[in-house]
């Protein structure tokens, strides 16, 4: 992981009025909604969700300025979009902004106390910068993924992390199912397949035994690893580890009830991604 000089930076003055206003925005536009519906001047204060927006956009700004990048802070604009202005089966509510600013708030705070810190090139993980650009690579090849299907995606990745694979089988299958079209999405299909099929023997006990799926040429822009078959030891493995890391980039991306949980658990990706290390010329 990254190395870190010992102390944090201060805050600017710019950054410290971020960090109020982003819970000032969430909850005063969530408030403000309220007075505006008990006066008659709106009918849903549900619906009155700009203040959460403006939030997330600040947040995103805030997380901009910051000398290391914070992917969920940075992304927080497309969770506001996805959660609030996309057709969904239940409209937003009172509750749900106030979750959502209470959720942007914890960001803050968590952006402040550790991405503060400059980075240490000399001892930056490369890795960490790799799968960062990796993942805004694929970013435009995704974007319109259901975030219900994302968060399928999100749940096969965790479940595998943890061995409990029949949450991945059942998981994997559903964002399977109702996955539809061809290039980057037929690739994704295909690492989740992957992911199930190598569950479903580790859950059998059988060890040794790989899913039979693999990645084709077609399967290249979308994928992490790239080596030639005389650089690849083990091919199953090498197979494996693509799908797991585009399944976990995936789900970063578009899954935002995950997130934070997978943003805890980078480190799994990482500990994939280094054996290839000296082969990518990293």
Known sequence: ??????????????????????????????????????????????????????????????????????????????????????????????????????????????????????????????????????MHRITPLYRGIDREIAHDVASAVLSFKFGLYPNTISSADQAITRLTGEGPIATLKKALRILRDRATSLEEFEIREYSRETFGEGDDPYLALKLT????????????????????????LYSPDDGQMLDEHQNFILQILNPYKELLGL
């Not at 000089?5 to 971020?18: A, F, G, K, Q, V």
């Not at 709106?42 to 000398?67: H, M, Q």
């Not at 091919?235 to 980039?249: I, K, P, R």
Request: proline residues 6%; hydrophobic residues 45%.
């Open 1 to 134: 992981m990254e190395l870190h000089d010992d102390t944090r930076n201060p805050l600017t003055s710019r950054e410290r009025y971020l960090s109020i206003a982003v819970p000032v925005l969430c909850f005063g536009g969530t408030a403000l909604g309220i007075l505006l519906w008990r006066a008659g001047y709106i009918r849903d204060p549900g619906a009155f969700y700009w203040g959460c927006i403006a939030g997330a956009i600040l947040l995103a700004y805030l997380a901009w300025l910051k000398p290391r990048r914070d992917i969920v802070s940075l992304l927080a604009p497309l969770y506001a979009v996805l959660i609030f202005l996309l057709p969904l089966e239940n409209k937003p509510t009172t509750l749900l902004q106030l979750l959502f600013g209470a959720s942007l708030t914890i960001l803050v705070v968590r952006l402040n106390l550790r991405f503060s810190t400059p980075v240490n090139r000399i001892g930056e993980d490369p890795m960490e910068k790799y799968l960062y650009d990796y």
């Open 229 to 252: 078959p005389e650089q690849v030891e083990n091919f199953e493995d090498f197979t494996l580890d693509n799908s797991m890391v585009l399944c976990y980039a995936v789900a970063y």
